[in-house]
């Protein structure tokens, strides 16, 4: 049986490494992309790189943007009061799609798993804090995953702003335990953000 071709094999190799992707799929798209025309395949990897040049962190809330501040951050109309904690900067368009939260954002690049040596200081907890100083933020809403290590880092985050005076409460009924904000769909969302619930 012939064997691919080693440029072929390594386009593959590289198309697995992508979220959702398998190796199956990742052959057959490599196999596409290989039979495609040059001029289409050039385009796309113009595309690529202009996005991945052009697109990085807000220095505000940890959200992708291509402005600093963000949109979301900038925005007037958002209610600086409300801060949602997140885990990864794809939970703020997962959020968004809900249509129904209007507060701001902070990404907290991770959750604690002393396992994988992700401690406190590793997250961008203290950036948040500092947030707590300039901007008039009366809660936060802490929307992690319901898996082990989502659940310790949402109770240290409430134990250590307790001393805050600042209403912590975390998002409610209908993520499913063990999974994350990109597996739920808009109205489980939008319920989970309505029926939060104070966490100390």
């Not at 007037?76 to 409300?82: E, G, V, Y």
């Not at 703020?92 to 396992?115: A, C, M, Q």
């Not at 975390?170 to 966490?199: Q, V, Y």
């Amino acid at each position: 049986m012939a064997s691919l071709p080693e440029p072929i094999v390594a386009l593959t190799a590289a198309l697995s490494k992508l979220p959702g992707i398998g190796p199956r799929s990742a052959e057959r798209l490599a196999l596409h992309l290989v039979q495609s025309d040059a001029g289409a395949v050039g385009q796309l990897a113009q595309i690529l790189v202009h996005a991945r040049e052009k697109i990085f962190l807000c220095s505000i809330c940890g959200g992708l943007t291509e402005k600093d501040p963000c949109p979301i951050c900038s925005d007037a109309r958002r209610d600086p009061s409300l801060i949602c904690v997140i885990e990864r900067p794809t939970d703020i368009f997962n959020i968004e799609r809900s249509g129904t939260y209007h507060g701001l954002f902070h990404v907290l690049g991770g959750k604690i798993s002393p396992l994988n040596g992700v401690e406190p200081e590793d997250l961008r907890i203290m950036e948040l804090e500092k947030r707590f100083a300039s901007e008039p933020v009366r809660e936060v809403i802490i929307a992690l995953s319901t898996d082990v290590e989502g659940d310790a880092t949402s109770s240290y985050l409430a134990k250590r702003f307790a001393s805050k005076s600042i209403k912590v409460s975390r998002i409610a009924h209908g993520i499913p335990a063990g999974s994350g904000l990109e597996f739920a769909d808009e109205i489980t969302l939008s319920r989970a953000l309505e029926g939060r619930r104070e966490m100390i």
